[in-house]
């Protein structure tokens, strides 16, 4: 399932397993940011698609032309839950999470550490072929208490995450059923 790292086109290597967005981190420390090309490379977005999810105010704006971790980590967790859920749904959700975009003192968990809990959750569900709720209740609990000490609401986060790994193995399975489904039975 994971051939690549979620929200991204980079192929998965084991040092993704721990720490996904460790692949992504140094090259934005070299660069000092990623220019809208490199992240439209990096996510296999158009850049329109980031300009228009950062005028909903879903992302905030990019400082003279260059994405931050901050922003590339938030677009990265957008474009993981979007082949299975409702732009708008994605945004509440990371609401729900978050709170606003801008202010960081509202968060449950930076979105960096939701977005590597997410990666080591789907990796192990995948790993372990857990897909039914209760097992990937029990990992989402075991991921939780690995990681008790930047989480500060754990019920809230917990039904969060539960929602965004759904979403992303059912984008990943409706994928797979997309590219099965024989040529006859495709609309035009």
């Known amino acids: 399932m994971y051939q690549i790292i979620p929200g991204t086109t980079l192929k998965f290597s084991a040092a993704a397993k721990e720490n996904a967005f460790s692949l992504v981190s140094p090259v934005l420390e070299a660069t000092g940011g990623l220019t809208l090309s490199q992240l439209s490379t990096l996510t296999g977005l158009e850049g329109t698609t980031i300009q228009n999810w950062i005028k ?3 992302v905030s704006s990019a400082k003279s032309k260059k994405y931050s971790e901050k922003q590339v980590v938030r677009i990265l967790l957008i474009n993981m839950l979007r082949s299975a859920m409702k732009l708008d749904d994605i945004a509440r959700l990371m609401c729900f999470v978050n709170g606003d ?3 960081t003192a509202d968060d449950i968990i930076s ?7 997410l990666c080591r959750i789907i990796f192990t569900a995948e790993e372990e072929g857990a897909f039914s709720p209760a097992q990937i209740r029990k990992i989402i609990e075991n991921e939780h208490s ?4 930047y ?5 809230k986060l917990s039904q969060a995450v539960y929602v965004m790994v759904l979403a992303y193995i ?3 399975f409706k994928a797979e059923m997309e590219k099965n489904l024989p040529e006859s039975v495709k609309g035009e």
């Open 56 to 58: 909903r105010g879903w």
């Open 101 to 103: 975009v801008e202010d």
């Open 111 to 117: 979105d960096i550490n939701l977005y590597n809990m």
């Open 146 to 149: 690995a990681n008790s000490e």
């Open 151 to 155: 989480i500060t609401d754990p019920v």
């Open 170 to 172: 059912s984008g990943f």
